[in-house]
Structures are given as C-alpha cells and as structure tokens.
C-alpha cells in the first residue's frame, strides 16, 4: 500500500488535536449519550488535564481522541489529519506514529524485557528491531530506567512498569501522548514519580494529555479540562508561552 | 508535522516474533495442545512407514519366489475325482510353449518316524511324497543343508526333509547322514529344505523320488499335484488350457492355483487395516486440531489486553489475525515435526525388530506435515478472526 495523503493539510501546525461537536452515543435501550458535543483544541507541547468522575466520558472521550473509537457525530483532527476522512488501516497507522498510549494497567508483554517492551512502541512501523532496541534505549533512560533495560518488564515494581509503559508511549517521538489514568494502579510515592515524569517530559517538549479522576494531580497540570455528563463544563485554557517543540 | 500517512506495517520476523509470545508465555498448555497433533502425525506416518516398510518385505519376498508358478491339483471329494491326475498329464503341461518347468508331486502312502521304536499312530503329522528331482528348482526353494535329491541317488533309499519335517525328527543338519525309518525301511537323510513360502505343505512332507518310491515303498508314481513355472508374460494363457491339457476328459477336476495370490490377498487384507489404523490416525488429527482450536480461542479471551494494546500501537486488524494465526501454525508445525518424528522412530524401530528394511514413505512425511499446516491453518482460522474483531476500546476495557 502507497502513502495516504489527507484530505486535509494542517491549519494550525501548532494544532496537534482539535474536536467540534463531538458527540458519542452507544446505541441501546435507552442509548448512552457518553459525549455531547465537545470542543477541544490542544496545542503542540501542551500538558493537559482531562478530568471528571467516572461516568462522565472521560474514557470515551480518550478513545475518541486516540481514534480507538469514531465519533458520532462531529470532526476529530489529531495532526493535522481529519479523522473522518481515514479508514481502519489508515487509522491503524496514524496511531503507529503520531499517537502514544499510557494506560492505568501498563499493557506490558509478560516474558519479554523492558526494551523489548519499549521497542514494542515502533512495532508496527516496520523499523528493524534492531533500530528500534537503540531508540528504545534512549527512552529508557528518558525515563531513568536504564539500568533495568534488560529485567523482564512485568516484574519490575509499578512504578517501574508505568515508567517502561510511558517509554513505550515516547519512543516514536509522537505528536500526542494519551495517558489513561497513569496513576491508577500506583502508590503515592510511585504516582508521584510518575506525575513528576510527565511534567519533565512536558517541558522537554512532549505534548501529553492525562485522563484522571484524581483533581489533585489534575490541580497540578498548567491546563484542565473538566467533564461532567458528556460535556466540558470548565477547561483552563491554553497557557500562554506554553513549551513549543 | 508530516502530511502523508505511511501504512502500519509489520516485518516477517516481527510477525514472527508476535505469534510466539503466546507459545513461550504459556509453554505447558501449548505443549498439551502441541501433542494431539505430534500423536495423529505419528499414528499416521507410522502407520504408513509400517504398511510400506512389510509391503516391502513382500514384494521382496513376492519378488524372489516369483509370481509364475501354478500349482495345479486334482480336484477330490464326493463327485470330483479321486485325487490323482492322469499319467501322462505331466508330459503334457511340458509341452505347452510358455511353460518353463513342471514338477510333479505324487502321495505315498507311508509314514516316517524317526527309528524304528516308535509307535505306528505317532507319525508327527508328516507326509511322505514321491517328487520330481527338478522340484526345489520349480519351487525356487533353497536348501537349509545337504543337497536336493538327484539322478545319482535317485534310487537309493535317501530322503529330503521339509523345515517342519526335519526339526518333527531331530534332524538338525541333513549332511550329517542320519537315518530315520520310513514305511519299512531305513532311509538317510541327505538334505534339509528352508521354508517353502508358496508351498508350506511341503515344510511337513518327507520327500524321496520316483524311482526310490517305486524300489522301496511299492509306489505307483500317479502324481496328484503339479507345480509348473511359466513366462511370466504369458501366465494367464498358460493358466486357462492348463485343466483341459491335464485332463482332456474332465477339465472340471483339474484345480488351478497361483500360490503368490495367497500372499497378494495377504497383502490386501494388511491393506484394509492399514487404513483402518489410518482412518484412527486421522481422528486423532481432527482431536489435536480441536486441541489447538480451543487453545487459541481461551488465548484470545484471555489476552484481550494485549489485543487492545497492539492495536493502540498501531496494529490493523490483519496484523492480529495474522499473529494469532501464525501462533497456530508455529504450533501445528512443531506437532507435526514431532509427529512425523515420532511416527519414523516407531517404524523404524518395529521394522527393525520384524528384519525388514526400513521404508519410511516420502508421501507419509510430506503428506504429514501438509496436515499438521493445514490443521493449523483451520484450527487457527476461527480464534484469528475473533482476534481481529475485538473492538481496541473493549479490548482495554479489560482489567
């Protein structure tokens, strides 16, 4: 298969994400309206909190933005290329590339080592493991994990696995890194490690979104987004002067 | 920002890679569920390479003794003859163009023992025959010791033992001049006779020739069986005027046998159960396909997770399926690698135990392993497909 170009060029090249009018509704007796009607423009390099209650669409909202799930109605861009205008595989290679994923339960291969879990992030890209081990390796000590490149990534201690879970999410050097509660299944002290790397990241220039429930560390994030019942009921705002890549 | 879209794309040895994590991570179960495909392999090239390996030692054995003799037998009982051919019968056989050699065997009435102590009733069950001297060449027999009778003795009282005969009275070797008494007489024993395949009634007999029975046993010499060797082109020829040269009066008394067809029916009945054991064999397949199927669907529930994770990576649909496909295979091949293993092993140590040469068939090998694929294909195909179908977002639903 050739390259596909999109049907639309970039507007705004600092527009990493843009939704207007996104609604989702799970179809059932009665249908579940998760979203209704959102806008949302994130910027390159921005840190981003999306946070609210459970029921209140945050997951939807994640798996819309991450082009797991397609919107009912409404237009999802994410860089620069309009969602709607791609199809499964196409949809299927804008997330090997663009898009990072960091979930609450680490998704991390059992018998496989940290690197190669890493590594695991360009799989789908085609790159030769070997390249990919290398660029691995720096993400790994991106997220201070190079002494353990080598133990078996799903028994090293939680904190640990998050940190190989978000190496993962970095390697490709994507355009937006979605993070899915990434403190759930932590302790405090690991939680805090953790948040304390996505800020690092964030002023290194990475452009990450984290869906929690938790306002605390929401509180922390320079933008939040709150959700309530499918719709945005506050959103800070995009910091001005925020990091630009 | 980049404004085209390069297509997901997964290197073979990546996919490689990919379908066997599934194997390494869960090595007890794919080993349980490897096997029914390694026993089903096995059952069948076993029992292919046994069928091959003593069909085989048949046609070796069919091969030596020969396909174009006949025996021909004066019909008896109630209404059919009284057991004898005519005279001059075996002269006549002779005479037709394909036939090659004609022996004649003739009943005599007398029992052999193996001196004279022993009691009239114990007779061991052996015959005693009045024989053609060219009879072991007919029969392409061999001889275990000693000689065959010839012109030279052929009037002395000497005697050729069959197999069975020979151990019946202690003859261990027939050069050694022993001596046994048969019908009043004593008689030395000048030769032993191997194991007539295509004629085991002679294994019991005692044989002395024409002349010898006529001088010592008071024998009328009409024979009652005769052996004939053809050119083999022309065996069913020679088979179909062979009643009615022998006995131009009553053909319908006049039996004609190929003795190699009992061995050619022996043939077709391992035949059958070959493919009864084959028909177990691919049971047994159908079983570990199944094996492997069930595997690969409670694989593809339980790693939901990873289902979801890949496809967040990047993975399309068809990267899955293809992996949980190629998981399938990797294991159907590694079963039928070992099957076909086990199955040559088995054979090859059975035929060896049997003394025949070991024939483990290509067709057995190949055919194996194209159905240790194609189960591992089928047994794939449905557990893939569900693979694909998994929704990414229900997929990391799962906790």
Same mark, same amino acid.
């Given at each position: 298969?050739?390259?596909?170009?999109?049907?639309?060029?970039?507007?705004?090249?600092?527009?990493?994400?843009?939704?207007?009018?996104?609604?989702?509704?799970?179809?059932?007796?009665?249908?579940?309206?998760?979203?209704?009607?959102?806008?949302?423009?994130?910027?390159?390099?921005?840190?981003?909190?999306?946070?609210?209650?459970?029921?209140?669409?945050?997951?939807?909202?994640?798996?819309?933005?991450?082009?797991?799930?397609?919107?009912?109605?409404?237009?999802?861009?994410?860089?620069?290329? #309009?969602?709607?205008?791609?199809?499964?595989?196409?949809?299927?290679?804008?997330?090997?590339?663009?898009?990072?994923?960091?979930?609450?339960?680490?998704?991390?291969?059992?018998?496989?080592?940290?690197?190669?879990?890493?590594?695991?992030?360009?799989?789908?890209?085609?790159?030769?493991?070997?390249?990919?081990? +290398?660029?691995?390796?720096?993400?790994?000590?991106?997220?201070? +994990?190079?002494?353990?490149?080598?133990?078996?990534?799903?028994?090293?201690?939680?904190?640990?696995?998050?940190?190989?879970?978000?190496?993962?999410? +970095?390697?490709?050097?994507?355009?937006?890194?979605?993070?899915?509660?990434?403190?759930?299944?932590?302790?405090?002290?690991?939680?805090? #490690?953790?948040?304390?790397?996505?800020? #690092?990241?964030?002023?290194?220039?990475?452009?990450?979104?984290?869906?929690?429930?938790?306002?605390?560390?929401?509180?922390?994030?320079?933008?939040?987004?709150?959700?309530?019942?499918?719709?945005?009921?506050? #959103?800070?705002?995009?910091?001005?002067?925020?990091?630009?890549? | 920002?980049?404004?085209?879209?390069?297509?997901?794309?997964?290197? *073979?040895?990546? %996919?490689?890679?990919?379908?066997?994590?599934?194997?390494?991570?869960?090595?007890?179960?794919?080993?349980?569920?490897?096997?029914?495909?390694?026993?089903?392999?096995?059952?069948?090239?076993?029992?292919?390479?046994?069928?091959?390996?003593?069909?085989?030692?048949?046609?070796?054995?069919?091969?030596?003794?020969?396909?174009? %003799?006949?025996?021909?037998?004066?019909?008896?009982?109630?209404?059919?003859?009284?057991?004898?051919?005519?005279?001059?019968?075996?002269?006549?056989?002779?005479?037709?163009?394909?036939?090659?050699?004609?022996?004649?065997?003739?009943?005599?009435?007398?029992?052999?023992?193996?001196?004279?102590?022993?009691?009239?009733?114990?007779?061991?069950?052996?015959?005693?025959?009045?024989?053609?001297?060219?009879?072991?060449?007919?029969?392409?027999?061999?001889?275990?010791?000693? &000689?065959?009778?010839?012109?030279?003795?052929?009037?002395?009282?000497?005697?050729?033992?069959?197999?069975?005969?020979?151990?019946?009275?202690?003859?261990?070797?027939?050069?050694?001049?022993?001596?046994?008494?048969?019908?009043?007489?004593?008689?030395? &024993?000048?030769?032993?006779?191997?194991?007539?395949?295509?004629?085991?009634?002679?294994?019991?007999?005692?044989?002395?020739?024409? *002349?010898?029975?006529?001088?010592?046993?008071?024998?009328?010499?009409?024979?009652?069986?005769?052996? &004939?060797?053809?050119? *083999?082109?022309?065996?069913?020829?020679?088979?179909?005027?062979?009643?009615?040269?022998?006995?131009?009066?009553?053909?319908?008394?006049?039996?004609?046998?190929?003795?190699?067809?009992?061995?050619?029916?022996?043939?077709?009945?391992?035949?059958?159960?070959?493919?009864?054991?084959?028909?177990?064999?691919?049971?047994?397949?159908?079983?570990?396909?199944?094996?492997?199927?069930?595997? %690969?669907?409670?694989?593809?529930?339980?790693?939901?997770?990873?289902?979801?994770?890949?496809?967040?990576?990047?993975?399309?649909?068809?990267?899955?399926?293809?992996?949980?496909?190629?998981?399938?295979?990797?294991?159907?091949?590694?079963?039928?690698?070992?099957?076909?293993?086990?199955?040559?092993?088995?054979?090859?140590?059975?035929?060896?135990?049997?003394?025949?040469?070991?024939?483990?068939?290509?067709?057995?090998?190949?055919?194996?392993?194209?159905?240790?694929?194609?189960?591992?294909?089928?047994?794939?195909?449905?557990?893939?497909?569900?693979?694909?179908?998994?929704?990414?977002?229900?997929?990391?639903?799962?906790?």
């Amino acid at each position: 298969m050739g390259s596909v170009v999109p049907a639309v060029e970039p507007v705004d090249t600092r527009t990493v994400l843009a939704l207007a009018g996104v609604t989702k509704t799970y179809p059932g007796t009665p249908p579940v309206h998760a979203l209704r009607g959102v806008d949302l423009a994130i910027h390159s390099g921005e840190l981003v909190a999306i946070v609210g209650p459970s029921g209140s669409g945050k997951s939807t909202l994640l798996h819309v933005i991450g082009t797991l799930d397609r919107a009912s109605t409404g237009t999802v861009s994410v860089a620069g290329f #309009d969602v709607d205008d791609l199809n499964d595989k196409q949809l299927s290679s804008l997330r090997s590339r663009h898009i990072g994923f960091v979930f609450q339960q680490f998704f991390l291969l059992a018998g496989e080592s940290a690197l190669d879990n890493v590594a695991d992030g360009l799989l789908y890209t085609g790159m030769a493991l070997s390249d990919r081990r +290398l660029l691995a390796e720096e993400a790994l000590e991106q997220v201070g +994990l190079a002494s353990r490149m080598n133990h078996e990534a799903t028994k090293l201690s939680g904190g640990e696995r998050q940190r190989v879970a978000i190496a993962r999410a +970095l390697i490709g050097t994507p355009d937006i890194i979605l993070a899915d509660e990434p403190t759930g299944n932590l302790d405090s002290k690991s939680g805090e #490690d953790v948040v304390r790397l996505i800020e #690092d990241l964030n002023t290194r220039g990475t452009t990450i979104v984290v869906i929690t429930h938790d306002r605390q560390i929401a509180a922390r994030f320079p933008r939040r987004v709150s959700l309530l019942d499918g719709r945005i009921i506050e #959103d800070t705002g995009v910091v001005a002067g925020g990091p630009v890549r | 920002m980049k404004a085209s879209l390069d297509p997901s794309r997964l290197a *073979p040895a990546d %996919m490689f890679r990919a379908s066997l994590i599934g194997l390494r991570t869960r090595r007890l179960r794919s080993i349980l569920s490897g096997l029914g495909i390694v026993i089903g392999i096995a059952a069948m090239v076993g029992v292919l390479g046994l069928s091959e390996s003593s069909k085989s030692d048949l046609l070796a054995q069919l091969d030596q003794l020969g396909t174009n %003799m006949l025996r021909i037998e004066a019909g008896s009982g109630i209404g059919i003859g009284t057991g004898e051919l005519p005279d001059e019968s075996v002269a006549m056989v002779g005479r037709i163009a394909p036939v090659e050699q004609v022996a004649s065997i003739s009943e005599v009435d007398a029992s052999v023992y193996r001196n004279d102590l022993v009691p009239a009733g114990q007779t061991g069950g052996i015959t005693v025959k009045a024989v053609d001297t060219n009879l072991l060449a007919t029969l392409q027999g061999r001889m275990a010791s000693g &000689v065959f009778l010839d012109e030279a003795a052929s009037d002395l009282p000497v005697v050729v033992l069959g197999s069975v005969a020979a151990q019946r009275l202690g003859v261990a070797d027939g050069s050694s001049g022993t001596i046994i008494w048969l019908g009043d007489e004593w008689f030395s &024993v000048v030769g032993v006779m191997e194991t007539l395949d295509l004629s085991p009634d002679l294994d019991r007999a005692a044989l002395v020739s024409y *002349p010898t029975s006529e001088a010592f046993l008071d024998h009328d010499g009409v024979p009652s069986t005769i052996y &004939v060797r053809s050119d *083999p082109d022309d065996i069913d020829a020679v088979r179909s005027v062979l009643p009615a040269t022998v006995n131009p009066e009553s053909p319908d008394e006049v039996e004609v046998t190929r003795p190699s067809d009992a061995l050619e029916a022996k043939e077709a009945a391992d035949q059958a159960f070959t493919n009864l054991l084959l028909g177990l064999g691919a049971v047994a397949l159908l079983v570990g396909g199944v094996g492997i199927a069930n595997v %690969m669907v409670i694989s593809v529930l339980e790693r939901r997770g990873e289902i979801g994770l890949r496809r967040a990576l990047g993975a399309t649909r068809r990267h899955i399926s293809i992996q949980f496909l190629g998981e399938s295979l990797i294991l159907a091949t590694l079963g039928g690698l070992g099957g076909v293993a086990l199955g040559s092993a088995v054979t090859a140590l059975y035929a060896w135990s049997q003394g025949w040469g070991v024939l483990i068939p290509t067709v057995a090998v190949v055919g194996g392993m194209a159905a240790a694929l194609i189960i591992g294909v089928v047994a794939g195909l449905y557990p893939a497909m569900r693979a694909a179908r998994v929704s990414p977002t229900e997929a990391l639903r799962t906790l």
